[in-house]
């Protein structure tokens, strides 16, 4: 009997070291390009090397209350920027989780617009009013300061509640149209109808606008997901109710427990 606990323990504590690389939140990698689950870092864990690099924000408590596992951006002056322009996705999908806070700072630009992300791709932002905006760039480059690139946008009637978790998906498709889901359920699905504005994104970021800190996201961002196709709409629930993995602490945890109960076991 003291063989079997010793064998369990020893399974468990095997368990608990290959656990402990496998993707924390994400159970969805097929067309994953990039993965910033800020656990401890702003690093990409998707492989793509795609780090992120933190400028004045903090890392924070996630939605499940784990310490250091999400970032703050105070409204101000705070930002991730990307190691590489995302650029080039025919059809993407973006995945987030927000926590956009309640009395925040006057915005650094003169409208009412909060980025949560922005690439050559696509930028998406939050609305003082609790709505979503979602601008595609037609060129999926982003354009050039000195040369704009078209892009669309769309005003989403997302109706966010400040001061609590939210999980946001945007699909963009090849013809410019976008489906977008909060919490699970899709929100709006059209065609983008403005005709266009031209705007540059010379760089990617979380938190701010990509090319200079502005339009600054107050709250906490977690868990973003870029990918080079649309997520279906069971895949967005799939997202939406993932709950991480266990702590490779926890399995360390129950191996000793087992080994002690063997231990005790033969006295």
């Not at 997302?158 to 001061?163: E, P, V």
């Not at 410019?176 to 109808?193: K, M, P, Q, R, T």
């Amino acid at each position: 009997m003291r063989k079997v606990f010793l064998w369990v323990g020893l399974i468990v504590l095997g368990w608990s070291a290959g656990a402990s690389a496998l993707p924390v939140n994400n159970p969805i990698t097929s067309g994953l390009v990039a993965a910033y689950e800020f656990s401890g870092n702003a690093d990409d864990s998707s492989g793509s090397g795609n780090d992120g690099v933190a400028n004045g924000a903090t890392p924070t408590v996630d939605r499940f209350g784990n310490a250091n596992s999400a970032y703050f951006f105070d409204g101000l002056q705070s930002t991730i920027q990307l190691s590489s322009h995302v650029v080039g996705l025919t059809e993407f999908s973006y995945s987030v989780w927000v926590n956009y806070h309640s009395n925040s700072p006057p915005p650094g630009a003169p409208d009412a617009w909060r980025d949560i992300v922005m690439t050559g791709v696509v930028r998406i932002g939050f609305i003082e009013d609790g709505n979503i905006r979602a601008d595609v760039y037609a060129d999926r480059s982003g354009g050039m300061t000195t040369s704009p690139s078209t892009r669309y946008m769309q005003t989403l009637d997302a109706s966010l509640t400040r001061d609590s978790w939210t999980h946001l998906v945007i699909n963009g498709y090849s013809d410019n149209s976008i489906d977008a889901y909060v919490n699970g359920n899709v929100v709006n699905s059209s065609l983008f109808v403005d005709g266009g504005v031209t705007g540059d994104a010379v760089n990617s970021a979380i938190g701010s606008n990509a090319h200079h800190v502005e339009h600054e996201f107050f709250g906490v961002i977690d868990d973003v997901y870029i990918y080079d196709r649309a997520l279906s709409a069971s895949e967005v629930q799939t997202l939406y109710s993932a709950v991480p993995e266990p702590s490779t602490a926890l399995f360390l945890g129950l191996g000793l427990a087992g080994m002690a109960a063997a231990r005790r076991r033969v006295r």
